[in-house]
């Protein structure tokens, strides 16, 4: 029986049946329901909210903040970092204002230098891992949490922080807010805790940069943040210094361990996509490369969905035969696995293919809510793939390929490969 057909025999009282068999499917076989969704219910309303799958659709939602709004996890968001941040906010001067403040100090020019910085210490990393000796190693703990941290230390600011706070801290508030649907108060204790501990270990940290902030200071995130001035009335202090910068860090950290991870798994089960990639990685053209690891990512992206509340009424996809009106207060999961994959739009999207239209991937999100740091997360993440792969003997496991170990988090933990030699000279971009 396919899902549909499954779904519909439950009787529609039945709320908790029907929301395990989601659940179940949504865990198990994602791909499928949503091919499945897309062909026969691509609005798809269920008592956990409205599932929107194809891609012309999920770009209307995420057109419309107006209309659909940050409101299902904008709270919980500003409970973990005690105070308002541009991803919890809907067209209020705080967004536009922050996000706007936001692309000027996560500038679009510090694209080359973040990603030679992060071969750099992509490469030390790499080489304190295989200088132990051993036969394998976690590419998750060893490897890609030490090395996105280090990043954030030296790209955003966070000296004198350790790399191990940072990674779990961030793992605690991410999953309280982004990945707690059920609203378990443990879990959101956790992430209120991690969120205190991180603005107080920051406050220290500005306390200790205001000093120097006028005479030269570091040239990361924080320093630029530190040494502009804002007009009163905007309120700009150093608490709203504090909240941006653990909220980068929030929407960064985590993400970029798990698509290192998933990235390199994507590759390893295609292998000739994977020694095409391994190919381009040793050309010295990161943007060729690059390509590699956003398809990867289209098929594993580390926000598979993303939910909306609806303020008003709103027809969508007028004038279509899926034509559907979305009823005020409902909850909206914008699909954006699904939506990567519609076949009315994707030619072939079930094949493995590099360069393909920007449009069409929505890894990074899409609307007033797309990555306010992408020009660094788009050569942050690509370049901890590659240095990965232009290390020979570094590969997951045969046979395990597809062992990422999630250990009853939302975030894969493990993933175990075999060591590599030491890196391929290449020129770096």
Request: charged share 25%.
């Amino acid at each position: 029986m396919d899902f549909l057909a499954a779904y519909d025999a439950i009787p529609e009282d039945d709320v908790p049946q029907r929301v395990a068999l989601l659940r179940t499917a949504m865990t198990n076989g994602r791909a499928a329901l949503f091919a499945e969704l897309r062909a026969r219910r691509p609005v798809f309303s269920t008592p956990v909210g409205v599932f929107v799958t194809r891609h012309p659709d999920v770009l209307e939602v995420l057109s419309a903040p107006g209309t659909f709004t940050v409101g299902v996890f904008g709270p919980a968001l500003e409970d973990v970092l005690g105070a308002p941040f541009i991803l919890a906010r809907d067209g209020a001067d705080l967004h536009w204002r922050e996000r706007g403040y936001g692309q000027v100090v996560l500038a679009a020019e510090d694209a080359p230098r973040v990603r030679e910085l992060t071969a750099r210490i992509a490469d030390e990393v790499l080489d304190e891992v295989t200088r132990r000796g051993a036969d394998t190693f976690d590419l998750v703990q060893d490897y890609a949490r030490v090395a996105a941290a280090r990043v954030a230390i030296a790209y955003l600011g966070f000296t004198g922080i350790e790399e191990e706070t940072l990674h779990s801290c961030t793992r605690r508030m991410q999953w309280a807010f982004a990945v707690n649907p059920d609203r378990d108060p443990e879990i959101h204790a956790a992430g209120v805790a991690a969120g205190r501990e991180l603005h107080e270990r920051v406050a220290e940290l500005i306390d200790r940069r205001r000093d120097t902030a006028h005479d030269g200071g570091p040239d990361d995130v924080l320093g630029r943040m530190l040494r502009t001035r804002l007009p009163d009335e905007y309120g700009f202090d150093d608490e709203r210094i504090n909240a941006n910068l653990v909220g980068y860090l929030t929407g960064y950290q985590q993400n970029a361990t798990q698509c290192t991870a998933t990235a390199l798994k994507e590759l390893a089960v295609r292998p000739e996509a994977l020694a095409e990639a391994v190919r381009a990685a040793g050309e010295g053209d990161p943007a060729r490369f690059d390509a590699y690891v956003w398809e990867a990512l289209r098929f594993h992206p580390f926000v598979p969905i993303t939910p909306r509340l609806c303020l008003r009424d709103h027809v969508l996809a007028a004038g279509t035969p899926r034509q559907t009106v979305i009823p005020a207060k409902s909850v909206v999961m914008a699909c954006f696995a699904s939506a990567m994959f519609d076949e009315e739009v994707l030619d072939a999207p079930q094949e493995f293919r590099p360069g393909r239209p920007p449009a069409h991937n929505l890894v990074l999100g899409y609307g007033a809510h797309d990555c306010v740091g992408r020009y660094a997360a788009q050569v942050i993440v690509p370049e901890l793939v590659r240095r990965v792969l232009l290390r020979p003997g570094i590969r997951p496991l045969p046979g395990g390929e597809r062992a990422l170990d999630y250990a009853g988090t939302p975030f894969p933990q493990h993933y175990p490969v075999r060591s590599g030699r030491p890196a391929v000279t290449t020129a770096r971009p």
